[in-house]
């Protein structure tokens, strides 16, 4: 069975500090990871997208993947309050088109 | 770019009765669309998969006879939940791609809430 797996939290951070968020998951083969953001109410927001093995930035956000370990994870840097949220890793396995979702970790950016 | 809107936002309706769910891809075709249910601080779950012009694909446990998809066009998708119950209650999302690849990218529009009394 096809699963992704995070920590549902609360992680609590002190606003400025850096978040990192942390997914494995269990299909070797898969290819695409997504980090969306989900507050309350509303629906998920695409943050970004990473294929490769290695580091992508975008902005105050960095997406971390290691094929090898089968983790994906998401750093923020320079927490804001805004920040507070959930967010939601999402794997494509194999040549599927849709997304299997993790539970999504819940992010608290204190004062 | 990449806008997906949702029609209605709410929708309150009597045990019994159908419910009509839009989806719209606003400024890109979307070849695959995706609906899915949030029940309250759970996770989602993907209902079924949509791709234009064919029946949808339906999960495991998703009532194809209940739960009514039709993809009419590259920017279209409705949902219809017929005879409603207060089951059925929850936040319908829908998503859409452009082509449905593995490296594709799914956006979602802004939900439905329904609540059936």
């Known amino acids: 069975q096809k699963e992704v797996e995070q920590n549902s939290g609360p992680l609590s951070v002190p606003e400025g500090a850096i978040a990192s968020l942390n997914c494995t998951y269990s299909?070797?083969?898969?290819?695409?990871f997504f980090w969306y953001r989900q507050y309350s109410g509303k629906s998920p927001e695409l943050i970004m997208f990473?294929?490769?093995?290695g580091d992508k930035e975008d902005g105050r956000f960095t997406a971390q993947l290691n094929k090898a370990s089968q983790y994906v994870s998401l750093l923020i840097r320079d927490s804001q309050p805004s920040d507070s949220a959930t967010y939601l890793c999402a794997v494509k396995f194999g040549t599927a088109s849709k997304l299997t979702f993790g539970t999504g970790t819940r992010l608290q950016v204190t004062l | 770019g990449a806008v997906v809107s949702q029609h209605p936002s709410r929708v309150i309706c009597k045990s019994g009765t159908s419910v009509k769910i839009e989806c719209r891809s606003l400024d890109f075709q979307a070849t695959t669309m995706f609906w899915y249910r949030q029940f309250p601080k759970q996770s989602l779950m993907l209902m079924a998969t949509s791709n234009e012009g064919s029946k949808a694909t339906y999960e495991q446990g998703v009532e194809k006879d209940k739960f009514l998809i039709n993809h009419a066009s590259l920017t279209l998708s409705t949902l219809t939940v017929t005879s409603a119950h207060p089951e059925d209650s929850s936040f319908y999302i829908c998503?859409?791609?452009?082509?449905?690849?593995?490296?594709?990218?799914?956006?979602f529009g802004p939900g439905t809430r329904l609540t059936v009394l």
């Open positions: 299909d070797r083969g898969s290819q695409s």
């Open positions: 998503s859409a791609a452009t082509s449905g690849g593995s490296t594709d990218t799914q956006y």
């Open positions: 990473i294929y490769s093995n």
